[in-house]
């Protein structure tokens, strides 16, 4: 068990591998990250998007995907510091969409590659990026296979 | 030239976090409206119509109740991003109307998002006489 979870820590301090099923927010998030940049979506994991993208997403915040979400400038430093430790270093991170979405990273793609056209347009889903729609504990930052509750159906996967 | 009550409550704010009650957040708006508006007092009744009135500014957040559904005793949820959202209602959330920055903060996105112009002073205060109706 011990030996366990030093893997599963192992493994993610290696810039994400191919299954990462925990992504919890970092022990050193500063309390406005989730206060700020949580309440119109989760707080997204930093480590799924790479720096060049959290400096474009960082840098915008009056235009942020239709919505305004500008905060005051030591608060904006904060915040992109934070992202920038943390920010993915594999190519499969980076975004390939303008603005940067994570969830056009391949990385993504692939994860998802089985998940049905259906589910992302489903009304209770709304959004690619409503992590919350289909994995039930994504707000504690979990992404277990277990927990995720894909909308069209209401069953487990 | 007078000094704004509501802007000074937020400074004061800014520094140390400093909390309210609703009713003491709703007082110093219905204070700055009557500058405006001598004898003004907030009212639940025009609170309630401006919460459901479709000012259908942007196509996919006419309302208020876009995303905060049709009563603020309800649990919402964002009409783009589909994240859950709290309850505006006191009685169901302790801490609405108690951090007048935070409060400033949101009125300032939403009614931009939804009115396309920023909300009065005479709006919000209407906006929480409703949202704590019966608390």
């Given at each position: 068990?011990?030996?366990?979870?030093?893997?599963?820590?192992?493994?993610?301090?290696?810039?994400?591998?191919a299954?990462a099923?925990?992504?919890?927010?970092?022990?050193d998030?500063?309390?406005?990250?989730?206060?700020?940049?949580?309440?119109?979506?989760?707080?997204?994991?930093?480590?799924?998007?790479?720096?060049?993208d959290?400096?474009?997403?960082?840098g915008?915040?009056?235009?942020?995907?239709?919505?305004?979400?500008?905060?005051?400038?030591?608060?904006?430093?904060?915040?992109?510091?934070?992202?920038?430790?943390?920010a993915?270093?594999?190519?499969?991170?980076?975004?390939?969409?303008?603005?940067?979405?994570?969830?056009?990273?391949?990385?993504?793609?692939?994860?998802?590659?089985?998940?049905?056209?259906?589910?992302?347009?489903?009304?209770?889903v709304?959004?690619?990026?409503?992590?919350g729609?289909?994995?039930?504990?994504?707000?504690?930052?979990?992404?277990?296979?277990?927990?995720?509750?894909?909308?069209?159906?209401?069953?487990?996967? | 030239?007078?000094?704004?009550?509501?802007?000074?409550?937020?400074?004061?704010?800014?520094?140390?976090?400093?909390?309210?009650?609703?009713?003491?957040?709703?007082?110093?708006?219905?204070?700055?409206?009557?500058?405006?508006?001598?004898?003004?007092?907030?009212?639940?009744?025009?609170?309630?119509?401006?919460?459901?009135?479709?000012?259908?500014?942007?196509?996919?957040?006419?309302?208020?109740?876009?995303?905060?559904?049709d009563?603020?005793?309800?649990?919402?949820?964002?009409?783009v991003?589909?994240?859950?959202?709290?309850?505006?209602?006191?009685?169901?959330?302790?801490?609405?109307?108690?951090?007048?920055?935070?409060?400033?903060?949101?009125?300032?996105?939403?009614c931009?998002?939804?009115?396309?112009?920023?909300?009065?002073?005479?709006?919000?205060?209407?906006?929480?006489?409703?949202?704590?109706?019966?608390?």
């Amino acid at each position: 068990m011990k030996t366990l979870s030093w893997f599963a820590t192992l493994g993610l301090a290696m810039a994400l591998p191919a299954h990462a099923d925990r992504l919890p927010l970092p022990a050193d998030a500063p309390p406005s990250y989730q206060a700020e940049c949580g309440t119109c979506h989760l707080p997204y994991p930093p480590a799924l998007l790479t720096a060049t993208d959290w400096k474009r997403v960082m840098g915008a915040l009056d235009r942020h995907y239709g919505d305004n979400a500008t905060l005051d400038e030591p608060t904006r430093r904060e915040i992109a510091a934070f992202l920038l430790r943390h920010a993915a270093t594999h190519n499969s991170m980076a975004a390939n969409s303008n603005p940067p979405r994570l969830t056009s990273s391949e990385w993504f793609r692939r994860e998802h590659r089985r998940v049905p056209e259906s589910s992302w347009k489903d009304p209770d889903v709304k959004s690619s990026a409503n992590c919350g729609g289909c994995h039930t504990k994504a707000e504690a930052g979990s992404f277990r296979e277990s927990e995720i509750v894909l909308p069209t159906s209401r069953r487990r996967l | 030239m007078n000094v704004p009550l509501l802007p000074m409550l937020l400074l004061a704010g800014a520094a140390t976090a400093w909390s309210a009650t609703p009713r003491e957040l709703a007082q110093s708006y219905t204070a700055e409206a009557s500058r405006l508006i001598p004898g003004f007092q907030g009212s639940a009744q025009r609170g309630a119509e401006f919460y459901a009135r479709r000012f259908a500014v942007s196509s996919h957040l006419p309302a208020c109740s876009a995303c905060h559904t049709d009563s603020p005793a309800r649990i919402g949820r964002h009409a783009v991003t589909g994240k859950t959202i709290q309850p505006l209602s006191p009685s169901a959330v302790a801490t609405r109307f108690s951090d007048p920055a935070k409060v400033e903060k949101w009125f300032r996105r939403n009614c931009t998002e939804v009115l396309g112009r920023e909300c009065s002073a005479a709006e919000k205060a209407d906006f929480i006489a409703f949202a704590t109706e019966g608390t």
